[in-house]
């Protein structure tokens, strides 16, 4: 176990990742390999989760599948029923109330990506940058990063967990969902 104060910057065009529709997503996670040299449609699967949740908070349904494609067995569900299913699988329930909280925060992304703020509501200009701090390394198969923000939070921590084919998928990520210490600004419209 020890400790690393490595810097993992990600300057990644998110819109590749994005524009693709969901019927190519099934090759997508394939080769998702962290510091490797992987396509550059495929980032590290710590930048992919946030681009996971950029894409969820455009697109409901391939954001789904972006999420199931980076996640850890451990927390996915076998449901093959499911019209969102990648290989059968699908984030179980507990992931997905975590993911769901993007559906009242789709600005949340938004505040792991360098230059963005609270002024202009965390909107992503492309191409964009995600920064992760390596944390620990918790033996060869288990690591945990920390996501940087710009909201004036502290680092978000990430764990990675290598499965059985060499890939790392996240594992425990739930801070990655808590809000933003400054909330952009909404305008009410008073119709009334």
């Not at 455009?58 to 499911?82: Q, Y």
């Not at 329930?93 to 792991?112: A, C, E, F, H």
């Amino acid at each position: 176990m020890g400790v690393a104060t490595d810097i993992v910057i990600h300057n990644i065009d998110i819109r590749a990742v994005a524009d693709a529709d969901s019927s190519s997503i099934d090759g997508i996670g394939s080769g998702i390999r962290p510091n490797s040299n992987v396509p550059a449609l495929i980032p590290d699967p710590d930048a992919m989760f946030v681009i996971a949740m950029l894409t969820y908070a455009k697109n409901k349904d391939l954001g789904i599948k972006f999420f199931t494609l980076i996640m850890d067995m451990d927390v996915l569900a076998r449901n093959p029923g499911n019209p969102l299913n990648v290989q059968g699988y699908v984030p179980n329930g507990n992931t997905m109330s975590l993911v769901r909280q993007l559906d009242t925060r789709p600005y949340l992304p938004g505040i792991y990506i360098v230059g963005t703020t609270v002024e202009n509501s965390y909107a992503v200009s492309l191409p964009a940058t995600i920064e992760f701090r390596q944390a620990t390394v918790r033996g060869e198969d288990t690591v945990s990063l920390y996501a940087l923000t710009t909201s004036g939070n502290m680092a978000r921590p990430i764990t990675l967990r290598k499965n059985s084919n060499g890939l790392w998928k996240a594992t425990e990520f739930s801070s990655m969902f808590v809000g933003a210490s400054r909330i952009p600004r909404t305008q009410r419209v008073d119709n009334l």
